[in-house]
């Protein structure tokens, strides 16, 4: 079965360093997520991507964060100066537009990041 | 905007019984979906069930079925015959005319012998 795969599977990064998330989507999902999990809490959306833009992002989605898909396969996220706050579990989502009764919604095994 | 209410944080069953894990949401979209994930310890989010805004029966996968209340605003999810390894946190999500997933806070299911 096709999956949305996330490397690394954990990442351990000293507050205002960078750091970038990678994703590979599905090859025939067109639209592409970032969710965040702050550990214990809630899965919260992030941004979405379409047709090689942002289609949505949320309040959380400030300017140290930044999405792009640089090939035909990978999908980034890239956080530009690390806060502490930022420690959490990120997951890449994909899926198809119609066909499928959920949209095809899959998501990745994600990346935990942790910020120190 | 869409909004997921799970009002129980932690329910306990007994290995073979069923569990009910409740779903409430608010929405005005038209057209909307309703998702269930489970997702254990290690992390990842794993995709249980879907139901339909206009799908007029309820949706089932294996031990897995949407009780769909549409009037009501509620879409729980019913596990028959629980094992071991259904013990898990479980978030309700709704997809609407937007884009994005909206996640409830979960329930930490634990499954006893």
């Known amino acids: 079965e096709p999956e949305v795969t996330q490397t690394p599977s954990h990442q351990v990064t000293q507050m205002g360093q960078e750091v970038i998330l990678r994703c590979v989507p599905i090859?025939?999902?067109?639209?592409f997520y970032w969710y965040r999990q702050i550990l214990g809490q809630k899965v919260e959306f992030l941004v979405s991507?379409?047709?090689?833009?942002?289609?949505?992002k949320s309040e959380i989605f400030d300017d140290q964060f930044s999405v792009e898909r640089p090939d035909g396969s990978n999908f980034t996220l890239k956080i530009r100066s690390t806060k502490l706050e930022d420690s959490a579990m990120y997951f890449c989502?994909?899926?198809?537009?119609?066909?499928?009764?959920?949209?095809?919604?899959?998501f990745g095994s994600g990346t935990r990041l942790t910020v120190v | 905007a869409q909004k997921i209410t799970q009002t129980q944080p932690g329910m306990f069953v007994q290995e073979k019984e069923a569990v009910t894990l409740d779903c409430t949401y608010d929405?005005?979209?038209?057209?909307?979906?309703l998702f269930w994930y489970k997702q254990p310890s290690s992390g990842e989010m794993i995709f249980l069930i879907y139901?339909?805004?206009?799908?007029?029966q309820n949706a089932t996968e294996g031990r897995y079925s949407l009780n769909f209340q549409k009037a009501r605003k509620s879409a729980n999810l019913v596990i028959s015959a629980s094992q071991l390894g259904d013990s898990a946190m479980y978030f309700c999500?709704?997809?609407?005319?937007?884009?994005?997933?909206?996640f409830g806070t979960g329930t930490q299911l634990k499954v006893e012998l």
């Open positions: 989502a994909s899926r198809i537009t119609t066909g499928t009764a959920n949209y095809g919604y899959t």
């Open positions: 090859s025939n999902h067109l639209y």
């Open positions: 991507f379409y047709n090689n833009e942002i289609s949505e």
């Open positions: 929405t005005s979209d038209q057209s909307y979906g």
């Open positions: 139901q339909g805004s206009y799908d007029e």
């Open positions: 999500a709704s997809l609407g005319g937007g884009n994005k997933l909206t």
